[in-house]
Nanobody, 123 residues
Framework: QLQASGGGLAQAGGSLRLSCAAS????????MGWFRQTPGKGREFVAA????????HYADSVKGRFTISRDKAKNMVYLQMDSLKPEDTAVYYC??????????????????WGQGTQVTVSS
């Protein structure tokens, strides 16, 4: 089970940190990802991290501004979002893919999803 939180309202240039609490079973063989979705569009890949090895991958649109991390002891995944832009406004979802190291970027590759959390960035 995945539980996302931390969304809210931010001004352009500001920061937010999203959290994803993972429970139910061990995630050592999973890749954890963040996706986002705006009305009328499909889920867009944002970032992914290998739970076991810590390797990361980012969408070009967020590279250098967002940071994905995980806390193994707390079973938490985070998405630190800095230098926010109005185009970052979306519902953000955390997801888990049964994969040790391949950092998938397509939503269909992910097996488990949390509920979304709204992020709104004002200009």
């Amino acid at each position: 089970q995945l539980q996302a939180s931390g969304g809210g309202l931010a001004q352009a240039g500001g920061s937010l940190r999203l959290s994803c609490a993972a429970s139910g079973h061990g995630f050592n063989s999973y890749v954890m990802g963040w996706f986002r979705q705006t009305p009328g569009k499909g889920r867009e890949f944002v970032a992914a991290i290998s739970w076991r090895f810590g390797g990361t991958h980012y969408a070009d649109s967020v590279k250098g501004r967002f940071t994905i991390s995980r806390d193994k002891a707390k079973n938490m995944v985070y998405l630190q979002m800095d230098s926010l832009k109005p185009e970052d406004t979306a519902v953000y979802y955390c997801a888990a893919d049964y994969s040790i190291a391949e950092l998938a970027t397509e939503s269909y590759e992910y097996d488990y999803w949390g509920q979304g959390t709204q992020v709104t960035v004002s200009s």
